[in-house]
């Protein structure tokens, strides 16, 4: 048998946490980091090691995993843990932050470093199980292609760093513009005296299904605030006007009052 490969996780935010739990459950020896250290502790209590830096948990590692918020909080890790990282060692960041990102990070890496990006799909009750969708992009050697295999279901976006941080773009704002479009629609119907539940049963039929079931969702975790963020990635990222998401990011952005709420809270 192959020895399991020793993983730093850093980010164990709502996402971060279920995904490094089911790595540390699947026999890796696991050393984790977040920048507030009291949601390390379930996990040290569960047998991971906790480090106080994002230098001290990539030391000795063979796999870096990273689940960070956004583009900044990615390059404040990157700062730290860049210098520390050793020949052979395979970064593999899942966060959603972007192509030119993934690209800027890529240029950064030291000699014999390779970087995966492989952000995810999925909320909180898949990461927990491994049955999360994988959009993997850059290079893939042996052991990233067994830990992505541990994540859930892998496509493969291409050779090119920041391929898979595009489709993510392209599939979480499809997924945020149609619960945006659900909530549009049910507040039409409201407005009409029409019954919520009539409009939802009615648009749960026809091509919205998948949007009405998320709108609607529980024990869903993808709070507003990092909607209006992916929102804000991709109509930075796109050379054509995206009107539709300009909507909806001044849409989210106009509700502060929901940042960390799940998306479907939306709804009216």
């Known amino acids: 048998m192959e020895k399991p490969e020793k993983i730093a996780f850093l980010g164990l935010g709502g996402m971060g946490a279920p995904m490094a739990r089911h790595l540390l459950a699947a026999g890796h020896p696991l050393t984790v980091w977040n920048r507030t250290r009291s949601k390390a502790e379930p996990l040290a209590a ?10 001290e948990a990539v030391r000795g590692a063979d796999l870096v995993v990273t689940m960070l918020a956004d583009p900044a909080a990615v390059r404040v890790v990157a700062d730290a843990l860049l210098p520390a990282l050793r020949p052979g060692v395979h970064w593999v960041d899942t966060s959603t932050v972007g192509p030119d990102t993934v690209r800027e990070l890529a240029a950064r890496l030291p000699e014999g470093v390779t970087l995966t990006d492989a952000p995810v799909m999925g909320s909180v009750d898949r990461a927990a199980t491994g049955a999360m969708w994988v959009l993997a992009g850059g ?19 291409g050779p090119e760093p ?18 945006a479009l659900v909530a549009e629609a049910l507040r039409l119907g ?8 009539l409009v939802r049963t009615e648009l749960a039929r026809g091509p919205l ?60």
Do not use: Y
């Open 139 to 157: 290079p893939r050697p042996g052991p990233v292609a067994r830990l992505l295999d541990r994540l859930g279901q892998v496509t493969d976006c």
């Open 46 to 55: 569960a047998g991971a090691t906790v480090a106080d830096t994002p230098a």
């Open 162 to 179: 920041g391929s898979g941080a595009a489709l993510k773009l392209v599939l979480i704002n499809a997924a945020i513009g149609g619960v």
């Open 209 to 268: 299904a998948g949007a009405v079931a998320r709108t609607f969702a529980e024990g869903s975790h993808f709070p507003v605030a990092l909607a209006a963020k992916d929102v804000s990635l991709a109509t930075a990222h796109s050379p054509d006007p995206l009107p539709l998401l300009e909507a909806v990011r001044a849409g989210l952005a106009a509700r502060p009052d929901l940042a960390e709420r799940d998306l479907s809270a939306i709804r009216p």
């Open 190 to 197: 409201r407005g009409l005296g029409l019954p919520d539940d």
